[in-house]
């Protein structure tokens, strides 16, 4: 059962370019394959579930908002 569903709303999208190891690309692109969705939606849900766990970063977070 995968970990990431597949995608449920649309959200506004702003580019971002980075640059990733390839081992990680190609594990990244594979899960996208896997879920049947884009590699940028998949990494958007890791982002967001992994940070929401940070409890140093959301008290950070919040103590400066607008940021």
């Given at each position: 059962m995968p970990l990431i569903k597949a995608?449920?709303?649309?959200v506004r999208i702003v580019?971002?370019?980075?640059?990733l190891q390839?081992?990680?690309?190609?594990?990244?692109?594979?899960y996208a394959r896997f879920i049947g969705d884009t590699p940028d939606y998949v990494l958007n849900q890791l982002l967001a579930s992994t940070l929401a766990k940070d409890r140093d970063f959301l008290a950070w977070q919040a103590d400066h908002p607008g940021e």
């Amino acid at each position: 059962m995968p970990l990431i569903k597949a995608r449920a709303n649309r959200v506004r999208i702003v580019r971002h370019i980075c640059r990733l190891q390839e081992p990680n690309r190609d594990t990244l692109v594979l899960y996208a394959r896997f879920i049947g969705d884009t590699p940028d939606y998949v990494l958007n849900q890791l982002l967001a579930s992994t940070l929401a766990k940070d409890r140093d970063f959301l008290a950070w977070q919040a103590d400066h908002p607008g940021e």
